[in-house]
């Protein structure tokens, strides 16, 4: 993706004595090229097209031959590298090894380096309009209007060109002085309506205005005839088309770059790379749109920041059941599998082991733990202290969740002994119908189930500190499950668990 819009303007991460280079190379090469344009149009113009008695005679040599390429090469050097030399020293921070950012004054002063240039150049072709139009007035007054118009006519498209070429130039330089301060809010440069406008102007209303004033100019004189106001207009209505069209086609580009870089951006946005940014090189209403897609990636790196650490607090799963509902208190009936698993002798792990040691030994555990239970479908809802709650069938249905509890157990029981060998750790499996849902306070809730099978679960880990494998699951769980997981499972004893009064049949892994 061209970062300027153009492969001439170099990338972003250029090289400050690069884009110096660059930059002074481009400004200078488009202020020759715009003279340049401007001087073969005065040549056309006065000696072919424009009517009215030839400016070549005797009286006028020195002015046409010595004068007039004086001049010219005057303007060209004063415009050229006075007015490149200014332009590079406002622009002189950019270039700068300290890195400092440019003070407000600065990046204003930036933006309006190519009104600066076009001014200069403006300044120099009215001076040369007048200097060479009053000769003729005081001994060729029927030449003026040929005149004046000839070389006014070209400072116009000069300045026009000037603006539009210096300000191509000079993107890399201005996306530096827009991203160096504040977030851009408002609009810098002058407006694009008026950028149009004046291309408009410069393009076509000027034009079509000199031939208005070349058939008036006719019309008083009487004696043009009509040959010469046919190839008059015929050279003029050729160079309002020519002139014009050019002076479009830079609009255009420049209008169409920001566009353009945004497009570019949205597609790479689309894609999932939301550390996408544009370089904001406009300081009109397309440089709000360049910083308002910024500030818009912006907005949605945080949003799945903010989604993703929320996710990690609460399972991904309950983020997405969030965002597709309407978020309110109470909960729905489920039939859900529920696993607690609990750390044996936690207490004096505590008091006989640093603190920081304690941790890693829980990270290393609940990695553990949710690795597992993420591999069967279920979601860890809640960490408590050295124990975990895990949840199989809600917030998301899935299918079978009383056997993917089952075989989160069995793996989860076979990892922790073979990779958390420091401690053991009881693990109890239940089934039934649960109330799922939000709890809590308008202001505070959490995602949680609440039921008798959150109990049994939680009495079942206790019983499991003192059963070969620490794995212990109510034979409910079993018969509800796939045959398949069933059968890596076998019933043992009955028992009353603390706090129930009805017995419960348990079943332990058979492999």
Wanted: with cysteine; net charge neutral.
């Amino acid at each position: 993706m061209k970062p300027y819009g153009s492969w001439l303007l170099g990338s972003a991460d250029e090289r400050d004595e690069v884009l110096r280079i660059r930059v002074q190379v481009l400004l200078t090469g488009s202020l020759v090229l715009a003279n340049v344009i401007g001087a073969g149009i005065v040549v056309a113009l006065i000696t072919m097209v424009i009517p009215g008695p030839s400016v070549f005679v005797p009286e006028f040599a020195l002015i046409n031959f010595v004068a007039v390429p004086g001049y010219v090469l005057l303007a060209l050097l004063v415009g050229i590298f006075w007015g490149t030399r200014r332009a590079v020293r406002t622009l002189r921070w950019a270039f700068d090894d300290d890195d400092s950012p440019p003070t407000e004054q600065e990046r204003l002063a930036t933006l309006r380096v190519p009104w600066r240039l076009t001014r200069m150049q403006a300044l120099l072709w009215f001076v040369a309009t007048v200097l060479f139009s009053v000769p003729y007035a005081l001994r060729l007054p029927d030449a003026v209007f040929k005149v004046a118009f000839t070389v006014g006519f070209a400072g116009i498209v000069v300045c026009a060109n000037a603006y539009l070429l210096s300000e191509f130039a000079l993107r890399p330089i201005a996306a530096r002085a827009l991203s160096s301060g504040p977030s851009l809010e408002r609009r810098l440069v002058s407006a694009l309506g008026l950028r149009i406008l004046l291309a408009w102007v410069l393009g076509s209303g000027v034009p079509v205005a000199g031939l208005m004033l070349v058939a008036i100019f006719a019309l008083i004189r009487g004696t043009v005839s009509s040959t010469q106001l046919s190839v008059t207009i015929l050279a003029l209505g050729l160079a309002t088309l020519l002139f014009g069209f050019l002076v479009m086609v830079f609009m255009v580009r420049a209008t169409t770059a920001p566009v353009r870089t945004v497009r570019a951006a949205l597609a790479r946005v689309q894609r999932g790379r939301l550390d996408t940014e544009v370089v904001v090189f406009d300081g009109t209403e397309l440089g709000l749109l360049q910083s308002g897609f910024n500030r818009m990636v912006e907005g949605l790196r945080e949003r799945e920041r903010i989604r993703d650490l929320f996710g990690r607090h609460v399972g991904h799963e309950v983020v997405r059941e969030a965002l597709s509902r309407r978020i309110e208190l109470g909960g729905e009936l489920r039939e859900v599998g529920v696993l607690f698993v609990d750390v044996i002798g936690s207490t004096t792990l505590a008091a006989t082991r640093p603190p920081a040691e304690v941790v890693d030994l829980l990270n290393r555990f609940f990695a553990v733990v949710v690795a597992e239970v993420h591999a069967c479908g279920g979601m860890v809802n809640k960490f408590e202290g050295d124990a975990a709650l895990a949840v199989f069938g809600a917030p998301a249905e899935v299918d079978d969740p009383a056997g993917r509890a089952l075989a989160a157990a069995r793996a989860m029981g076979r990892r922790l002994a073979e990779e958390v060998t420091e401690c053991e750790a009881g693990v109890g499996v239940s089934f039934g119908a649960t109330v799922a849902g939000n709890i809590g306070a308008e202001s505070r809730f959490e995602y949680t189930v609440i039921g008798d099978p959150v109990n049994e679960a939680a009495r079942l880990t206790e019983l499991s500190k003192s059963v070969p494998g620490r794995v212990v699951a109510s034979m409910r769980a079993v018969e509800q499950a796939d045959a398949a997981e069933a059968d890596r499972w076998r019933g043992t004893e009955e028992t009353v668990l603390r706090g129930r009064t009805e017995p419960t049949r348990l079943a332990v892994p058979s492999c």
